[in-house]
C-alpha cells in the first residue's frame, strides 16, 4: 500500500545546510511535496517537484529526487532558527489530489 | 489576494456530539479537500469536492460527511463525536484536474473531544 516515511528527528547549527529525507511507495505518483509546520499552524508548502524531474531549486531549498529508490530529499542551505519546523514529504496518488503524508521529520537549529 | 481560511479556530465538544467545520478556498480554486491530522502524525486524507459533489474518499467511516457549496466553500461535519476525533482538522484547496495543481492549506481547526 502507500506509505511515507521519514526519520523523526533532525538538529542542525545555524548556518549550516540540513537535509531532511523522505522515502515513498506509490512509483506512480505525479507530484512530489514539501511542506512546513510551525507549532500550532498550518501547513505551508515549500515546493514540489514534478516526478519526471531529477532537482529543483528554489532560493535556499534544494528537491532531489532518485525515482529509482523512490527517495526524496530536502536540502535547506545556511539554516536559520525560523527554519525550526516540522518537515512533512507528501506523495500525491496518481490521477488524484489526495496527498499522502509522511509523519513528518522535527527540525531543531541551534545557535 | 485572500488564502484558505478556516472556522472556527478552535472548539471543544463531548462525546457524542456532532460538530461542522467550515472551510473558504483560495481565491480562483474550486476544489476543497478536507485532512485531519491526530498529534504527533501526518494529515490523514478525509474526503475530496469537486463542483459540490465528494470526488474522493478516503479511510473515514460514515461519521464523517462534507458538502461543497456553489461559492466553492465547504463543511465537514463530524456526527457521534468519539475521543480519538480529536485532532487538528485542515482544508486544503487546489484548482483543475486532479494532479495538475498543488493545495494551499488552512491554518486547522482544533478540535477537543471530552
Known amino acids: 500500500g502507500e506509505d511515507v516515511e521519514q526519520s523523526l528527528f533532525l538538529s542542525v547549527r545555524e548556518g549550516d545546510s540540513s537535509v531532511i529525507n523522505c522515502t515513498y511507495t506509490?512509483?506512480?505518483?505525479?507530484?512530489l511535496y514539501w511542506y512546513k509546520q510551525e507549532p500550532g499552524a498550518g501547513l505551508q508548502l515549500l515546493t514540489y517537484?514534478?516526478?519526471?524531474?531529477d532537482m529543483k531549486q528554489d532560493q535556499r531549498l534544494t528537491v532531489l529526487l532518485n525515482k529509482k529508490d523512490k527517495h526524496l530529499s530536502l536540502r535547506i542551505a545556511d539554516t536559520q532558527t525560523g527554519d525550526s519546523a516540522i518537515y512533512f514529504c507528501?506523495?500525491?496518488?496518481?490521477?488524484?489530489?489526495?496527498?499522502?503524508f509522511g509523519t513528518g521529520t522535527r527540525l531543531q537549529v541551534f545557535p | 489576494d485572500a488564502g484558505v481560511t478556516q472556522s472556527p479556530t478552535h472548539l471543544i465538544k463531548t462525546r457524542g456530539q456532532q460538530v461542522t467545520l467550515r472551510c473558504s478556498p483560495k481565491?480562483?480554486?474550486?476544489?476543497v479537500s478536507w485532512y485531519q491530522q491526530a498529534l504527533g502524525q501526518g494529515p490523514q486524507f478525509i474526503f475530496q469536492?469537486?463542483?459540490?459533489?465528494?470526488?474522493q474518499r478516503g479511510n473515514f467511516p460514515d461519521r464523517f460527511s462534507g458538502h461543497q457549496f456553489p461559492n466553492y466553500s465547504s463543511e465537514l461535519n463530524v456526527n457521534a463525536l468519539l475521543l480519538g476525533d480529536s485532532a487538528l482538522y485542515l482544508c486544503?484547496?487546489?484548482?483543475?484536474?486532479?494532479?495538475?495543481?498543488?493545495?494551499?492549506f488552512g491554518p486547522g481547526t482544533r478540535l477537543l473531544v471530552l
Open positions: 486544503a484547496s487546489s484548482w483543475g484536474f486532479a494532479g495538475e495543481e498543488t493545495q494551499y
Open positions: 506509490d512509483s506512480s505518483s505525479t507530484y
Open positions: 517537484i514534478f516526478s519526471n524531474m
Open positions: 507528501a506523495e500525491s496518488e496518481a490521477g488524484t489530489d489526495k496527498l499522502i
Open positions: 481565491s480562483g480554486h474550486d476544489t
Open positions: 469536492y469537486y463542483e459540490e459533489e465528494e470526488r
